[in-house]
């Protein structure tokens, strides 16, 4: 048998976590001939209740998980891991300004970041969950000057496959047949869903579809608010689905995604006018084990307004949090 990966998972005794680390450790992200140790995190007060959810695991009896440690100590959890997801973070409680929220969690992932950067192996993937998840990102990737930024990465693909699935059921054909679909910039309601590249049985998917009014005032809203909307109705956020994105992300990143395009969020290298070090969602390509940019689309008016508008936010998110660094 081949020798165990280690992945860290960061907000273990979470809701999110609670589908995620069962997934994993079935074989989901590696594969069905890839054993894993998990390397959970969490804060001091929550590790009883990931004792716990370890527990259940242990009652799974999943032949692929090698082993499980769990600590409150970022450097224990990132020691030469081959993959990170980094799914805890600070809530906004009550009363609490946007702006502190960002610098309670800019915290967070300065030291995550200098962890990282002190003991994980440098090829580690690692995929940022937990929000505002590409300003944590951006933090995690400064606070780590020695890591490749390129393997620091933050997930926008819940997004994208809620576009993928609305779109589909527009269409009226499985998920599959819709391809090269991006969504783009910060994991936030100013997120764009961007249909312009997206093809169906390789006809434009606007010209299937061919119902541009829809799709502006219907389908981009309605993923942009689709994360509200569960909240409204099931009383809690979204965890299996977000998981599952988790899940998506990291094993097109391991295995490759095809021909097909996925959207992550990745370090800005400049181009599309996002500015270098931002992280952005973008396309790309996954490769058997990296991804690579999908570059010189040409954008309308339309689609650079929509993206200048979540870089706004990118921008000003980084602003609000830069003092953090000093
Ligand atoms: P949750 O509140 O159920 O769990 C969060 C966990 O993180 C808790 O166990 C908490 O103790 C832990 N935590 C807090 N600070 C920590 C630290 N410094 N180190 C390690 N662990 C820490 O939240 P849930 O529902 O599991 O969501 C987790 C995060 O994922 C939230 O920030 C949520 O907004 C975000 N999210 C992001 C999505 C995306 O598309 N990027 C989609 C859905 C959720």
Known sequence: TKPPVRIAISGAAG?????L??????GDVFGPDQPVILQLLDVPQALDAVRG???ELEDCAFPLLADVIITDDPKVAFKDIDAAMLVGSRPRSKGMERRDLLAANAAIFKTQGAALDAVAKRDAKILVVGNPANTNAWILAQSAPGFPAKNITSMIRLDHNRAQGQLAAKAGVGVD???KLVV???HSPTMFADWGNAELDGQKLADRIGDEAWYRETLIPTVAQRGTAIIEARSASSAA?????AIDHLRD???????NWVSMGVVSDGSYGIPQGLVCGVPVHCTSGGYVRIEGLTLDP????MLDRTIAELVDEREAVIDILK
């Open 21 to 26: 680390l069962f997934r994993v450790a079935q």
């Open 15 to 19: 809701q999110i976590c609670y589908s």
């Open 253 to 259: 990143w391991v295995h490759g995604a095809g021909d």
């Open 184 to 186: 783009w910039g910060n």
């Open 177 to 179: 047949a819709i391809t």
């Open 53 to 55: 959810v370890v527990m």
């Open 302 to 305: 339309f689609q650079r307004t």
């Open 241 to 245: 689905s977000a998981a599952n994105a």
